[in-house]
């Protein structure tokens, strides 16, 4: 890890250490932020202590982050267009980076404080868009273009859907637990069980169910939000280090030979498909491999990018054995020519055999572009594990008592506990970022709403309320912060 450092001024490093310790504190503040919503019901039900609960949430939140890989990540990191990933400069990428982080920190810290259960997740991907649009601005390219919009509606429809589906399978699994085991304890509260039966513990198996169920929780959001900030210092490290990060240098010979095997049969394969694809991609109209060292990625330079790179990949068995400029300009093929393989894969004329021919091209092709070192995996796992066991009170009153007018009870717990954490399962298996806040708050507002409860529609309100302003203002402010970084640094 720490030769990282070597060779970089003064400057360079102090910027580095900030731009990470950034990073760190955003996942910190996401740990009890969003992960008081994994242990809000175990916490309120009585069934685990307060200590105990957010003690275990915290490992369980380390191990999520460890065995989550990083496909997350790099869904959150494609939000941005392809050119502003392959042209990002230390001073770019640090005014990127702090501008977001800035927005991020300031929106969860101030929800946080007030109770709110906001969307960690909503906050960093509308403080991504701000800088995506705020760079086009002021570079002057298109609005249309400062932006990945595919992967931008890709990830607002899971935000969107996510929660939804969090109310109303959680209500249906509330109704089919009260239809099945109508007089079963797991329909008391804490208040009625203590009362009534003398008890300050759930009934043993449903206090099984909700610790199981909210470590389940707890392991899917390390899993699902601890990739962000994976790719948040990816960002960091390609555009402040980049000859040690733009290419996984622990690649082996075999996964080189791999990218380069994919890059040939990703030629074949538009060659095999010249009569469909020769106008889009100029086929066959190339007569020489020169491509600018900051050029942009236009499908019609496809043949010159794939043999440029098939060029830069001659003969090379060890990523170190290339040049620090070289192994920038071998990232931007490669960005760019994945980038054109998702825009061959949408168009029409394109069956579904070769779509699923190009995504499995595309694996191989990013491969080695694609990574996280492990220290950072390790890093991030722990910022956002120790995180969680502080700072959770706030989040778990709000979640327990203030979104229904009655309490909730056990059987409550359990269905928006075991909703939450299959959903983000879901999510994680198809590398879609979502939001644990919004899931889970859906979820108890489903089996209160199943339950008859009814629902305080000032916290609903305040959630609902978070939940809409979340997205324009994160992307005001970190859009704000780039543009005022931006006229520091020219």
């Not at 242990?39 to 003690?55: D, E, F, G, N, Q």
């Not at 203030?402 to 359990?414: D, L, P, S």
Request: one cysteine or more; proline letters at 4%; glycine letters at 8%.
């Amino acid at each position: 890890m720490f030769d990282l450092f070597s060779g970089l001024d003064a400057w360079v490093a102090i910027s580095l250490v900030l731009a990470l310790a950034f990073v760190l504190t955003y996942e910190f503040i996401n740990g009890f932020h969003d992960t008081a919503n994994a242990v809000a019901t175990v916490i309120y039900t009585k069934a685990m202590p307060p200590h105990l609960a957010v003690m275990f949430s915290g490992l369980f939140n380390f191990l999520g982050v460890l065995l989550g890989g990083v496909g997350v990540a790099y869904a959150i990191v494609h939000l941005l267009p392809v050119e502003l990933l392959m042209n990002v400069n230390t001073g770019h990428g640090l005014a990127m980076v702090f501008s977001l982080l800035s927005a991020a920190i300031i929106w969860n810290l101030g929800t946080w404080y007030f109770g709110i259960p906001a969307s960690s997740s909503h906050t960093l991907i509308g403080s991504i868009l701000g800088v995506g649009l705020a760079n086009a601005l002021i570079t002057g390219i298109p609005l249309g273009e400062g932006i990945n919009w595919k992967k931008a509606i890709d990830i607002g429809l899971s935000l969107v859907i996510s929660p939804t589906a969090g109310f109303v399978l959680a209500a249906l699994l509330l109704l089919a637990l009260k239809r099945l085991l109508p007089l079963s304890k797991m329909h008391k509260t804490p208040e009625t069980r203590r009362e009534i039966d003398g008890k300050k513990h759930p009934p043993f198996w449903n206090r099984l169910v909700l610790v199981l169920s909210a470590m389940g929780v707890s392991f899917v959001h390390g899993s699902n939000d601890g990739q962000k900030g994976i790719g948040l210092i990816m960002l960091v490290l390609i555009g402040i280090v980049p000859a040690k990060f733009v290419l996984d240098l622990d690649s082996t010979t075999y996964q080189i030979e791999r990218t380069r095997d994919a890059t040939i049969h990703m030629r074949q394969f538009y060659q095999n498909n010249a009569t469909t694809l020769a106008d889009y991609l100029a086929l066959g109209k190339a007569n020489n491999v020169d491509l600018p060292k900051k050029f942009s990625c236009d499908p019609k330079t496809t043949e010159q990018t794939i043999a440029a790179l098939l060029l830069a990949l001659d003969g090379i068995k060890d990523y170190r054995d290339v040049a620090p400029d070289a192994r920038s300009q071998v990232r931007r093929y490669l960005l760019c020519l994945d980038d054109t393989a998702k825009k061959v894969g949408k168009l029409p004329q394109m069956s579904s055999r070769d779509k699923k021919d190009l995504d499995n091209l595309r694996k191989d092709l990013t491969a080695t572009t694609e990574y996280a070192p492990f220290w950072v995996i390790l890093a991030v796992a722990l910022a956002l594990g120790v995180g969680t066991m502080i700072g959770w009170k706030r989040v778990v009153l709000t979640v327990g008592e203030k979104i229904g007018k009655q309490g909730m009870t056990y059987a409550q717990g359990m269905s928006a506990q075991i909703v939450a954490a299959a959903a983000i399962g879901v999510a994680n298996i198809f590398s879609l970022p979502v939001s644990t806040t919004h899931v889970l708050s859906s979820g108890v507002a489903g089996t209160m709403v199943a339950n008859r409860s009814g629902l305080q529609g000032g916290t609903v309100r305040n959630i609902l309320l978070a939940w809409v302003f979340t997205l324009p203002v994160s992307m005001g402010l970190s859009a704000l912060l780039f543009w005022l970084a931006t006229k520091l640094l020219a």
